[in-house]
Structure formats: C-alpha cells, structure tokens
C-alpha cells in the first residue's frame, strides 16, 4: 500500500510540473532569425542546411533547437521529419509592408500569450509574482512559470504591444487582412497546397512579390528570379 501511495504521489508530481498550455521557450526575435534564414533560401530547407545558415554549430546546439521549435510556436514554419518550410505568417514577417502586423499576429498565435492578452487588453499587467500566478492557473508548471513570463515579456515587447500595458501598434489591427494575405491558414503541412487555391503556397507567396507595374532594377529582377529558381527547384523533381 505504501508503495502504490508513493507511486501515486510520483504519478502527480510529473503531472503539476508539465505544462497543459502550449508556450515557447524563446522569444520572438529568436523565432524571427529562423524566418529571415529561411526566406534568404528560398522558404524551405532541411536543419542541417538552417543550422549552417544561422551561423549554429550542429543540430544539437540548445540554442538551435529553442529558436527553432520557438518559430513553429509562433506559427512561422511547419516541421515535416527534418523539412522546415516558412508558413504563410512566415513569408509575412519578413516584408516591412506587413512586419508589424504579422509579429503581434505571431505573439498572439501563442496560446498562453493569447490568453493573458484577452485577461489584461488594454489593463495594466500585473506585478511579476501575480501574472506567474495567472500563468500556473492557465497550466504552466510551476517550475517553469519563470520562464513563460519571462518569454512573454519579452516577446510582448519585441511584438510592439508594450511592457507595462498590451495595446496593438499604432496602425496595426487584427481585424484587417495583411498584404498578401497573412491572415490565411498558418499550420499548412510543408508542401501542401491551400484548400481555396490550385497554386502551392511558396509559389504563391513569391509570385505577390512581383511588382503590379513600373520599373524594376535589373538587380532586383535577377534576385527575384534567382530566388524563385531556387524554390521551383526544390518543390518540383525533373523527369530524366
């Protein structure tokens, strides 16, 4: 009896220090990094080709693996086996037209950020102590209370909502779609194609970067096709 009644105290310690609420262990910016590598390529790749392009040592590397799985939290790639593709909030972060709309779209893809978000919009946040508390009652182990807030303050103002207070950026509303429709679904499965278009998203999404008229450098013309090659290349296999 006293071994089941051990076991037991075991079984629900484990349970109070796993977090119910999904939540990144890094921050923003770090997911960001992981967005613009990946978009300097193409949109696409596998870890070890990000790994080299982030300037990070192995696929092991903590920091690596925190930025990574920190930009899936925030909704910028999808992970596939060792496949990382930039979603369609992913493509959208890293254009200035639609960066400052697309980072508060990504903090409050989050669904701890989110929930603290909807409790204090527009309130002052509370001390330290109070909102970890809040964080725990949402379903962040205890142990790791720390940290989430620690992630979100940061995030929070990386996202331009503000330290003290949450506000949308002057000029920034959710209710409004984002150039080149940042507001489609953002969870696609790398390589999939949306249920409302035949084209495949990375395609689309780099066709918008084409301008409607006017001139264009011969330089900026070849990047873009360079780029685009690249992408083709990597999303369709040449019959021999």
């Given at each position: 009896m006293a071994t089941e009644t051990k076991q037991q105290d075991e079984t629900d310690k484990q349970r109070r220090e796993r977090s119910t609420i999904a939540f990144p262990y890094g921050d923003l910016d770090g997911a960001v990094e992981v967005a613009k590598?990946?978009?300097?390529h193409g949109g696409m790749g596998d870890q070890a080709q990000?790994?080299?392009?982030?300037?990070?040592k192995t696929v092991d590397s903590g920091t690596f693996k925190v930025k990574l799985y920190s930009a899936r939290s925030f909704g910028l790639i999808t992970i596939k086996e060792s496949n990382i593709a930039l979603t369609d909030l992913g493509n959208e972060i890293v254009r200035p037209d639609s960066e400052a709309r697309?980072?508060?779209l990504a903090f409050l893809s989050v669904p701890l950020y989110r929930a603290i978000y909807d409790k204090y919009k527009g309130r002052l946040l509370p001390g330290d102590a109070v909102l970890e508390a809040d964080m725990v009652e949402?379903?962040?182990?205890?142990?790791?209370?720390?940290?989430a807030r620690q992630g979100f303050q940061r995030s929070a103002e990386q996202a331009k909502l503000g330290k003290d207070r949450l506000v949308m950026p002057g000029g920034v509303s959710l209710d409004?779609?984002?150039n080149g429709g940042a507001s489609r679904k953002m969870d696609q499965q790398f390589g999939s194609q949306t249920s409302d278009s035949e084209i495949n998203p990375l395609i689309a999404?780099?066709?918008?970067e084409l301008p409607a008229s006017g001139e264009?450098?011969?330089d900026e013309r070849?990047?873009?096709?360079?780029v685009f090659q690249r992408v083709v290349d990597k999303l369709y296999k040449v019959k021999e």
């Open positions: 590598a990946l978009n300097d990000l790994v080299a392009w982030m300037g990070h697309s980072m508060a949402l379903g962040v182990a205890p142990k790791q209370k720390s940290r409004s779609k984002a999404s780099w066709i918008e264009w450098t011969r070849d990047s873009w096709i360079r």
